[in-house]
């Protein structure tokens, strides 16, 4: 089955990271979710896919596609084909008596399910000429590029700066509020996708003080996880970074460079906008069997005030409790 759901997806225009085999073994692996992989054939041949983890926490009982990404969903070849896999989706949450299923999708799908349009993804189409793309720069971002290089700081790549990376990522986290994803997480995703992730990283002489974590697929180079140190701030680590990032990915022939999911008008999707990246909205679509899905929204006062409270804890606290707080969120 694996190998005709990697064709599949190898063939269908949708299919994302996340629809891989090998993000169901790091889910597995690392957290243990129960995995259903359906598919709909006509002829022996796959019509649609779905994957799907069934995730019974104390924050609720539900079925994720796909959990700890901000994509996913149903991928098919018919319409006939998508209502059959959908219909398999909802009788697993009636008979497991879940509270809902989650399908986190880029495309509108259509049907009649409850949908939550929110968030964007932050596209930037790409040229095989960088030059191109540093012209159509928001002129504050090429300054800032131009600013960080006077200040002395350089970039580099390579999974060698892994811990840089989850070193500067756990201090980013708590600073915002966040807790923080496990280290082995991040460990499975490398193990898994040895030829498809790499790190970026920031440098002031022998100082990381900027990281980033790209996943490719097919023709696109995808930002997940960023984080610079905030007392580097005004060295503008992040536009360096992210520019050596999108110059090497027009060089290697990526035709998107898709810096990540943000909510409209926020920090993050102000700063993806000034590269010249542009709104996708996802569709994130819901069947509901028991109850309503939580609101856990940067917006929602709920939340803030976790974030407040949560950004004043030391770090040793923030790394030692924060992945179990996360993995109730995924």
């Known amino acids: 089955m694996e190998k005709e759901w990697e064709r ?26 129960k995995a259903h992989y359906l598919i709909v054939k006509d002829n022996s041949k796959i019509q649609a896919l779905l994957p799907l983890f069934e995730i019974k926490q104390i ?16 991928l098919y070849s018919t319409e006939e084909a998508k209502e059959k896999i959908l219909s398999q989706a909802n009788n697993i949450v009636k008979e497991q008596n879940l509270d809902y299923l989650e399908l ?21 189409k790409l040229d095989h000429n960088p030059e191109v793309i540093w012209k159509n720069l928001d002129k504050k971002t090429r300054n800032a590029v131009r600013k960080a290089e006077r200040l002395g700081l350089k970039t580099d790549m390579g999974l060698n700066y892994f811990e840089d990376f989850y070193r500067i990522f756990s ?63 005004g060295y503008n680590a992040n536009q360096l970074m992210y520019w050596d ?19 409209e008008g926020e920090g993050t999707y102000r700063f993806k906008k000034k590269f010249g990246a542009k709104p996708v909205r996802l569709h994130y679509k819901y069947f509901i069997n028991n109850k309503k899905i939580p609101d856990i929204k940067k917006t929602n006062w709920r939340r803030k005030l976790f974030s407040k409270t949560w950004s004043k804890l ?9 992945p179990m707080i996360r993995e109730q969120f995924p």
């Open 245 to 263: 990032a999108v110059q090497d990915a027009c060089k290697d022939g990526f035709n998107i460079f898709d810096f990540g999911r943000s909510l």
């Open 59 to 74: 924050t609720g009982k539900k079925l994720v596609s796909v959990p700890f990404s901000t994509e996913g969903g149903v």
């Open 8 to 33: 599949f997806i190898e063939e269908h225009p949708e299919s994302t990271f996340f629809h891989q085999i090998g993000w169901k073994k790091v889910i597995e692996n690392i957290f243990g979710f």
């Open 171 to 233: 201090i980013n986290m708590r600073d915002l509020g966040t807790p923080v994803d496990k280290k082995e997480f991040f460990e499975e995703i490398i193990k898994q996708f040895p030829d498809q992730v790499d790190i970026y990283v920031s440098k002031l002489k022998d100082k990381v003080i900027g990281a980033v974590f790209l996943l490719k697929y097919k023709d696109t180079i995808k930002s997940e996880w960023a984080s610079s140190l905030r007392e580097y701030f």
């Open 104 to 124: 986190r999708q880029e495309k509108d799908i259509g049907t009649n399910l409850e949908t939550k349009d929110y968030y964007y993804h932050m596209k930037l």
């Open 314 to 322: 030391p770090l040793f606290i923030t790394n030692r409790f924060g």
